[in-house]
């Protein structure tokens, strides 16, 4: 038999030895080829679990292996490759403790269904090849055989909103740029992921880049474009290097270029690298930047299917939107909407990180419930913590807290309850987190992001910082929530972009579900969840403690100090990062009122 | 034409035409920070919000970049709008503290003193005008920089110091305006035109009998060389023959006409 071996090389199992295990795997394959049965290693992108990373699958058994090390190559050719026997020690284990061996029966992939991420993790993304052997371009073909209006047709039956933040349905901006006469016309992918703990985007255009280019040229072909540009976030260097590749195949077999396929159809494609400002992901702000002025957002009350880049119509989607074009094409629109909601149809990617044990990229349909996200797919909270809110939408989105798990995650569920889905980041917290500081956090980041062109987000969010600063540092006042309030109203009422009109999000949700977190702040210069230093000091209960000295280990400060039997922390020394408390099994350490103030 | 109403006024106005400039002609108020009418507009201050109600939905634009395209009904000064403008005046008192327009403004829109603390900054307020002023009239402009680069090959007096002559620097809550590296600037030719159009005074120039200094440079003032009158500074004046593919002349107006009348004369034999 034929056996492939999958290895995954997408960022985190990069990061984690996944090249030289390919390596390993690779000499191992050589080193058995007289008996081998023929068996190739492709190293593929991102195949969700990081967290438990470098991932191996051997392929057709859909035998998975998690953190895997060059060491293991060996015995992966020699047993499961050659003998068809499981290595039990890089298997799953399930929380009742059984091996897992497929893929599909690890609850992290089980409520997944792929779409957007349909070849990330089983193709070599290298290798446009690989791509047309799964299906790829077959979409492509039957487009050049419809008419215009069929496409989008198809795209507008389908229900597909845009994947990038704000949710606008992909069919209506399409149909408002075909129907327009004027040339040139444009399509343009936008990469500028620049969110902190998010790499969706960056994921497929690393680990199967040829969908995205296939989503694209579908997009020209319906509203009539001959040009086509990828803005991708600068630091996305594989990215960069991914798409180029792509292109250059995509010339080579004549998918792009003077004539697509032999038709009479042109089409260029280009990658234009990004100016390493969050604002960029802003539509106006990004084709500003293409155009090569600075990447400031404009007024969009023209909007830019009308006069996009240089003026002319252009349709801008993100890449997780154009991913899920060929399917819909292949698939039929009909077929896409029966997946997900009635108004949010499909699936959605998520980068699901923070304090849930399986972190990694997920793909689920619209509409599941944020526990079963966080808890069946993300195993829960580690350390056997409390759940305590997740941030949805990236920086500028919203929290949502324990009491409100079981809704669904769709746009406008989301919308209601004051976060958004933004482009999919998921950052789970637990009960060491404070939401006064998460809140100062995002605001200081977003600080440093805003344009500063327009006097709400620039102004509002710096006093919005101070605020929220002495808050946390035990110098709140009175008056001090009413006054963010004020000013996050007046942020999302006037400013000139969405990143300003969503700044205020973290404070507002924050305020709106844990306001007596911010009281307690202000009124009683306590930090309940004993994170703000200046409010917090740490002791040790000495009827839990088991004196297992994990606390004193990780103390940067030493000081924590064995006495007389006990294990007192000295206050003197004490800086408040709250290791000792994190590390400690016991719960033996409690943040108690104190600190500077 | 296209019928709108304005705070229950009905007015009528051209498809593409901008909210403000229907409310002015119809004597109705809007409030302006950021707008000059002779300037392509940029939507910073926000100072000029207006609630837009079209098919049932409502909501807030900037009346200076928004084109009226249909039927809609707004209104300037709902209570929505008026706390707005209030924190907007608020947020720009404590970016320009030593503003005086912008204090009288807060005094009469009724804006709250933040209990926040100010900036120590001066009066400007970032609105933009001046960098869009110098890009547009002042040697700033795209089409002057190209043009000066031609002439420095032709040995122009003006060295062409890469970006502008003013320009906003930096981004978000640090963005200030200023010359390149906040060196005098070479290419500025002292016409004034970014401190005329500044809203809050910000721009300093300073005036003798001689010459004008602004931007942390001084320029000579050129006079006429037949009447003594007053053209400019010298750079300018040389600055506008060279845009018009001249030799200065340094004439005034009135003594320019009087040469050429009198150019045109001599051939005719009247003198
Ligand atoms: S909202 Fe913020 S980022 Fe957007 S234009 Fe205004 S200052 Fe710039
Ligand atoms: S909070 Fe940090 S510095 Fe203080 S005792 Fe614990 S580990 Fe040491
Ligand atoms: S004075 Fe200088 S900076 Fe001001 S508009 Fe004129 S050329 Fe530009
Ligand atoms: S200096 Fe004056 S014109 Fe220039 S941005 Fe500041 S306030 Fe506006
Ligand atoms: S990079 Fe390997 S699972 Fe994400
Ligand atoms: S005057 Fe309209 S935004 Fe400043």
Redesign the pocket.
Known sequence: MTRTILV???????ANG?MDVSLALTAAVDAAAADANVCCVTET??????EL???VRIMPDDIMYYRVRPSDAHDIIQKTVLESEPIERLLFKDSSGNHVLHQADNPFYGHQKKIALRNV?IIDSRSIDEYIAHGGYSALARALEMTSDEIIREVEESGIRGRGGAGFPTGRKWRSAAVLESSPKYVICNGDEGDPGAFMDG?IMDGDPHSVLEGMMIGALAIGAEEGFLYIRDEYIQAVKSMKKAIRAAEKRGLLGESILGTNRKLYFSVVRGGGAFVCGESTALMSSIEGNVGEPRAKYIHSVEKGLWGCPTVINNVETWANIPVIINGGGKKFAEIGTKDSTGTKVFALVGKVKYT??VEVPMGITLRKLIFEIGGGIPNNRKFKAVQTGGPSGGCIPASLLDIPVDFDTLKEYGTMMGSGGMIVMDDHSCMVEFARYYVNFLCGESCGKCTPCREGLRHMRSILTNICNGYGREGDIELLEMIGSTMIDCSLCALGSSAPNPVLTTIRYFREEYEAHIREHRCPAGVCKALTAFSVNHAVCKGCMACTAVCPTRAIVQLNGGFPIITKSCNGCGSCRDVCRFNAIEAVKGGRV | MIQITIDGVSCTCKKGEKLLAVARRNNIFIPTLCHHDGLPGMGSCRLCVVEVTESGRTKVVVSCLYPVRGEIEVVTNSERILAHRKMILALLRKRAPKSDVIAHMCEAFGAPDLPVASFDGGKCILCGLCVRACDLIGAGSVATRTLLKKLAGQGCAYPVAGAGVIAMVSRGTTKTVSTPYDEPSEICIGCGGCANVCPTGEITVTETETGRTIWGKEFKFAFCKECGELLGTDKEVRYAAQRSGRDPDFLCPACRQKRSADAMAEPFGRR
């Open positions: 995954c090389c997408g960022t985190g199992c990069r996944g992108g991102c195949s969700g679990l990081c990373g470098p991932l993790g994921s990694g990229l």
